[in-house]
């Protein structure tokens, strides 16, 4: 009954930006943390940046100084902006919910669609 769903991608040329969406909807118990993930072909999903319930943030090193995540609680809302976009960082990019569903069980992870971030000129 979670559901993600990205927007905000595209084309864009080295050194440009963009500004990534990412909206949870459904009954979720309870939110761990909210993140982006990215996923080139043939290579590994990596985590970019993520943030928790403790207001607490990742980067990873490739993308610190450039990219900044933000949420907004209230609304279940994390973006992403990017900055000084390289060629490297072309990939479809992931939205990430970990959470509860209920009171009780396990946390689950829950993932959008994903959306193409390329960056070339």
């Known amino acids: 009954q979670v559901q993600l769903a990205e927007s905000g991608g595209g084309l864009v040329q080295p050194g440009g930006s963009l500004t990534l969406s990412c909206a949870a909807s459904?009954?979720?118990?309870?939110?761990?943390?909210m993140g982006w993930y990215r996923q080139a072909p043939g290579k590994q999903r990596e985590l970019v940046a993520q943030?928790?319930?403790?207001?607490?943030?990742h980067y990873a090193d490739s993308v610190k100084g450039r990219f900044t995540i933000s949420r907004l609680n209230a609304m279940n809302l994390v973006y992403l902006q990017m900055n000084s976009l390289k060629p490297e960082d072309t990939a479809v990019y992931y939205c990430?919910?970990?959470?509860?569903?209920?009171?009780?069980?396990?946390?689950?992870?829950?993932w959008g669609q994903g959306t193409q971030v390329t960056v070339s000129s």
């Open positions: 943030v928790t319930s403790g207001h607490s943030t």
């Open positions: 990430n919910m970990r959470g509860y569903e209920s009171m009780t069980g396990p946390p689950g992870d829950y």
């Open positions: 459904g009954n979720m118990f309870s939110i761990v943390a």
